[in-house]
């Protein structure tokens, strides 16, 4: 970033910070100081409570985030202090386990030095290995064939099994890749079962509790964090109607279809909708069960549009990206397919990065 831009960038955020913050008689003092060291240094350094503030306006302004509604609530852990790669695993093993909380999911956030070069390589830091058979079909989930190779090129030993939970990859600078296993008894995971369709868990299907993105980049005030990994809690359609149903994924549509008796050849008998149904109850229901936060995507919807209200009576309007807004099944029946929406990109916000091995 240039000289300027990140002048403007950070006077941007930390007018607006200290504006929501009632802070407005300790601004002029601080951009005296954050401009000299711009201008001495090149970058500047954030103060605990304007980057703690960051994360949170970052999530208020995610587009794609249904869940924006809990923008306030995120647990903040400053991990910029952390320099060895002892500690960053020991850091994101307790990331792990202090957002699963026991099944009670805390929307937490933990933000690593962005002078450190320190690069997470795991998409999120929990996730199940896919695996290629040689005669192109695969095992696991095949969204993470690439990162699951990479882990096997630095020496994790595959495991072939449809839910494989992979190991953390971190890297410091130029130096090799770090791998390490997660302490199973840190991770949560969920056998998901049907209310009524007894044969549905031989499906053996199941997911984890706690989605941990570690491929996106926090941008506060100019200065950004790559290593910033952050988690909400599901809501069932990811799992039910992304993760479980895409063709490309796990792909179950036809089999749930199958057990619940469905002609799959038939064209008017919407199989693939009922199976999908059947799939999102299940999801449901099963993390119901388990104890471990879920929401289905009516109250999801019903809680934008409450973070819509409010967002209007403070006088900001709020952007989002309506094709990533709407769920994935029964849109119409959710009040925020009949909204309109704008898809302007705010800062400070999470953006996607290059994959490290691209
Ligand atoms: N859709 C992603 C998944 O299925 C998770 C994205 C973040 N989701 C969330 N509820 N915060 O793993």
């Known amino acids: 970033m240039s000289e300027t831009n990140l002048l403007e960038k950070a006077e941007m955020y930390l007018t ?11 601004y002029p003092n601080r951009w005296v100081t954050v ?14 409570f304007e980057l703690n503030y960051g ?12 869940g924006r509604l809990f923008w306030k609530a995120m647990d903040v ?33 933990s933000v690593f030095d962005s002078n450190k070069e320190i690069l997470i390589w795991n998409p999120q830091l929990l996730s199940f290995a896919g695996y290629q058979n040689s005669d192109g079909t695969t095992i696991g989930d095949p969204k993470q064939l690439d990162f699951t190779k990479e882990c096997i090129k630095l020496g994790w030993e595959p495991k072939m099994g449809q839910f494989d939970i992979l190991p953390l990859v971190v890297q410091i600078g130029q130096e090799t890749p770090v791998w390490r296993e997660i302490p199973p008894e840190i991770i949560t995971i969920i056998p998901i079962e049907h209310p009524e369709i007894e044969s ?43 993760n479980f149903s895409d063709e490309n994924r796990y792909n179950m549509l036809p089999k749930v279809a199958k057990l619940m008796g469905l002609n799959l050849r038939d064209k008017i008998n919407l199989w693939k909708d009922r199976a999908i149904i ?29 973070f819509m209200k409010k967002e209007a009576k403070e006088n900001r309007e709020v952007t989002a990206d309506w094709s990533w807004i709407v769920p994935p099944i029964s849109g119409s029946t959710t009040e925020v397919f009949h909204t309109e929406m704008n898809d302007t990109v705010k800062s400070p916000n999470y953006f996607y990065r290059v994959e490290p091995w691209e």
């Open 77 to 109: 852990f400053d991990r910029r202090s952390l320099n060895s790669i002892d500690a960053i695993f020991e850091s994101l093993f307790e990331h792990i386990e202090l957002a699963t909380n026991g099944g009670n999911i805390k929307s937490t956030i």
């Open 278 to 306: 059947e799939l999102n109850h299940a999801v449901l229901y099963s993390f119901k069960k388990a104890g471990v936060k879920i929401i289905d995507h009516h109250t999801a919807s019903k809680q934008f549009m409450q």
């Open 55 to 66: 994360t949170k306006v970052a999530w208020r302004n995610s587009n794609k985030c249904i």
């Open 16 to 26: 607006l910070c200290y504006r929501e913050l009632n802070k407005e008689h300790l």
């Open 35 to 48: 401009k000299n060291e711009i201008e001495k240094k090149g970058t500047y350094e954030l103060l605990d």
């Open 200 to 242: 549905f868990k031989d499906l053996k299907l199941q997911w984890y509790s706690t989605p941990i993105i570690s491929n996106m980049t926090l941008e506060v005030g100019g200065i950004e964090f790559k290593a910033a990994p952050f988690n909400g809690w599901y809501m069932g359609t990811e799992i039910g109607a992304r």
